[in-house]
């Protein structure tokens, strides 16, 4: 049943109001500062971040905080007007090819 609540709510939200829905689906995230990872996160969590959750970034399996945030922005903002649902991997890649513009 995975992204039922996705399509449930794409498709109540699918009339000619002004209202567009868009949902970022990050699989994993984390603070981009260490600053912030010391203030959030224990010393264990802290260093499986720096060393596995580094990985996953190299692989598009995860997204920063920022990256993630500025999605939403450029989301709310109208930038992507046929996306509704998006995975770590398109985020990235919208972020970089709206950079490159």
């Known amino acids: 049943m995975q992204g039922r609540a996705e399509t449930e ?3 109540a939200l699918d009339t000619t109001t002004t209202v567009k ?4 689906r990050p699989g ?4 981009s500062h260490p600053g912030q990872r010391q203030n959030e996160q224990s010393g264990i969590r802290r260093f499986l ?3 596995i959750g580094s990985l996953f970034i190299n692989t598009n399996k ?3 905080a ?4 500025s999605f939403l922005v450029e989301g709310a903002k109208g930038s ?3 996306l509704s649902l998006a995975t770590n991997a398109q985020m990235k890649q919208m ?6 513009q």
Do not use: C, E, H, S
Not at 28 to 31: D, L, M, N, R
């Open 95 to 100: 972020m970089k090819d709206l950079q490159k």
């Open 80 to 82: 992507f007007p046929n």
């Open 62 to 64: 995860a997204i920063t």
């Open 66 to 69: 920022g990256t993630l945030g």
């Open 9 to 11: 709510l794409v498709k």
């Open 21 to 24: 829905l868009l949902l970022a």
């Open 49 to 51: 971040d720096t060393t």
């Open 28 to 31: 994993y995230f984390f603070p």
